[in-house]
């Protein structure tokens, strides 16, 4: 029987191809299955982001009730849309803390975004006032 060099070079070539088909593959599927990372991060983050517009009430303590502050939310950062001095962040989740301070108040708070509202807990020192209530958003 007769040997021909060239199909013995392409069949040890079709077994280590072979050989590598099911790693190929399963990159190919894990290519199309992963989103891209923008757009993972903007779906992660992004999904708060806009102008929120926050309403605080006292439960606890002799501070005022009913002030509103206006938060920025940009990708999981929270930060001041106009007076006073924020910082904080959202999970994946909605979940939110957050610091606020104006002058010499401060105050902490936690709670949940859902879609375009939100509401949670906050205690601080308003005015010298050690006080504590809740919160609600909405998202302009």
């Not at 007769?2 to 290519?31: C, E, G």
């Not at 001095?85 to 803390?97: I, L, N, Q, Y």
């Amino acid at each position: 029987m007769t040997q021909f060099p060239a199909l013995s070079v392409f069949s040890t070539f079709s077994r280590r191809v072979r050989a590598l088909l099911p790693l190929v593959a399963a990159a190919a599927i894990a290519a199309t299955a992963t989103p891209d990372t923008a757009e993972a991060a903007r779906r992660a983050g992004g999904a708060y982001d806009g102008t929120w517009t926050t309403v605080f009430a006292t439960t606890r303590g002799n501070c005022s009730s009913g002030y509103s502050v206006p938060f920025l939310v940009n990708g999981n950062r929270v930060s001041s849309a106009g007076g006073g001095r924020v910082s904080g962040s959202v999970g994946r989740g909605g979940s939110v803390a957050v610091a606020v301070s104006v002058g010499a108040s401060r105050a902490n708070g936690g709670g949940r975004l859902v879609g375009n509202s939100g509401s949670g807990t906050w205690s601080g020192v308003i005015t010298g006032d050690r006080c504590s209530g809740t919160w609600q958003a909405t998202r302009s």
